[in-house]
């Protein structure tokens, strides 16, 4: 079935370093990817997404580019802040069907220090 | 708007009890779901609605859990009886259309002792 890895955190980061999370996975057809933040103590909001093959999704300051022939989404952010400490989520949508179904990647811990 | 309402936020009960998650979904999306998140499984979909009516319960754990959706404002995911093991915190998600944005409530964070 379809399925999302990232990278294993926590990631600890000094305030402006730069940020990459790796995201790969697996599914059949054609699925939209999600990046999602949970801070703490809050329910997940959407960062960004992206519909289809070579597609870049952005939002404040991160981006992922939807590359199929390496089955990536791989979050980054050129200056990480301390605000941007929280939870990041991969997620796909509708490899085959698209039932509407998100399957999530095991989230990973960003630490950012001052 | 108001975005995705749960209640309660936090609940602590004990074992064998009776336990009820309340939603109630932003006004006009058709689509909801429940998620159940724990350190060791991560998010895990539980069951989804379409205009009310269960589509997909395959990520029930078992036939302690059960959820209903009597309107299109309203859902509950009940857990009767409760063990220490449903310990987690269950999020709820509405969406307007079946390929749209899922927007989560807050969360309630459950502790069956």
């Known amino acids: 079935g379809d399925s999302v890895t990232q990278m294993e955190g926590p990631v600890t980061l000094s305030e402006e370093a730069f940020l990459t999370i790796n995201c790969t996975y697996t599914a059949t057809g054609y699925p939209s990817l999600f990046w999602y933040v949970q801070y703490p103590g809050e329910g997940l909001q959407l960062l960004l997404k992206?519909?289809?093959?070579?597609d870049k999704g952005s939002n404040k300051g991160f981006e992922a580019t939807y590359r199929k022939e390496t089955t990536s989404f791989h979050l980054e952010k050129g200056s990480v802040q301390v605000s941007d400490s929280a939870v990041y989520f991969c997620?796909?949508?509708?490899?085959?069907?698209?039932?509407?179904?998100?399957?999530f990647g095991q989230g990973t811990t960003l630490q950012v220090k001052p | 708007d108001a975005g995705v309402i749960q209640s309660p936020r936090h609940e602590v009960t004990e074992m064998g009890q009776e336990v009820t998650l309340r939603c109630k979904p932003i006004?006009?999306?058709?689509?909801l779901f429940w998620y159940r998140q724990t350190m060791m499984r991560g998010l895990e979909l539980l069951i989804y609605?379409?205009?009310?009516?269960?589509?997909?319960d395959s990520g029930m754990p078992e036939d302690r859990f059960s959820a209903k959706m009597p309107n299109a404002s309203f859902s509950t995911l009940k857990i009767q009886p409760s063990e220490p093991r449903d310990s987690a915190v269950y999020f709820c998600a509405s969406s307007l259309y079946r390929g749209e944005t899922q927007y989560f409530g807050p969360g309630t964070r459950l502790l069956v002792l």
């Open positions: 992206a519909t289809k093959a070579d």
């Open positions: 609605f379409n205009n009310n009516v269960p589509i997909d």
């Open positions: 006004s006009g999306h058709d689509y």
């Open positions: 997620a796909l949508r509708g490899g085959s069907g698209n039932t509407g179904k998100l399957i």
